[in-house]
């Protein structure tokens, strides 16, 4: 068994979702979906419903900052009260494209992190050249949770872990010129790493640029075996542990 802590197999992202998903099933492979806004966790909701390896992550994310209202929160809370939510997410904080919405940003972020403490849930938190803003907010609250995707510094990827906080790992990994994931892998506690594809984005080598799938998750552990001196079935057991350990799977 392996679990991708962090995709987006519903058909907003994905047409053939379906089959994917399927096929993660018959490979072992348990997919943690992750909606972004309220069509999408709808979808993730409904998935996690049909397949036994499929659990749902829901939140809305910075693209639909301007969209959300008490209204879009309130329904929020519903859907985690009324169904097997595993976390919230994705949520989170990116500047790179917008930087004038930033307080609103914040706002959103906040609220979702105050629903996670209300229900006692971990959060899936996304974080692009926001990563001190992420860390300041994240360190007001008792959370635990994962910065996927990470690609901050390593200085701050400890101070993360020191907060509770596990390390998402993706394709970008197997870039060779990604030398600063590859690098975080072998400095911060391998108990806080986990392993997530994003898909259908962020495909790693040697799929770069094609659609992505939970299926390629093992070239991701693959690399992360090789940076920490492995095997692959060490370290498929690591991060499935830690995953479970996270998000209280019982698998
Ligand atoms: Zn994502």
Sequence with gaps: ??????CHIYYNECKNAEQILQKCKENNIIVILNG???????????LSKKYDNVYAAIGYDHSVVDKI??????????????????AIGEIGLDYHWIKNN????????????????????????HSRDAVQDVYDILKKKK????????????????????????????????????????????????DYLLVETDSPYLSPEPFRG???????????????????NLSYEETRKFTTNNALRLFDLNI
């Design 1 to 6: 068994m392996i679990i991708d802590t962090h």
């Design 36 to 46: 972004i806004d309220k069509e999408s966790n709808k979808q993730v909701i409904e």
């Design 69 to 86: 209202g008490k209204e879009e929160l309130l329904l929020l809370e519903n859907q985690i009260k009324e169904n097997n939510v595993v």
């Design 102 to 125: 930033k307080e609103k940003q914040k706002e959103l972020f906040i609220a979702q992190l105050n629903l996670a403490e209300k229900y006692n849930l971990p959060v899936i938190v």
């Design 143 to 190: 959370l635990k949770g994962s910065i996927h995707c990470y690609s901050g510094s390593k200085e701050m990827a400890k101070e993360f872990v020191k907060l509770g906080f596990y390390i998402g790992i993706d394709g970008p990994i197997t870039f060779k010129n990604n030398k600063n994931q590859r690098e975080i892998v072998k400095e911060i506690n391998k």
């Design 210 to 228: 094609e659609e992505n799938t939970s299926l390629n998750l093992k070239y991701i552990i693959e690399q992360i075996a090789k940076e920490l």
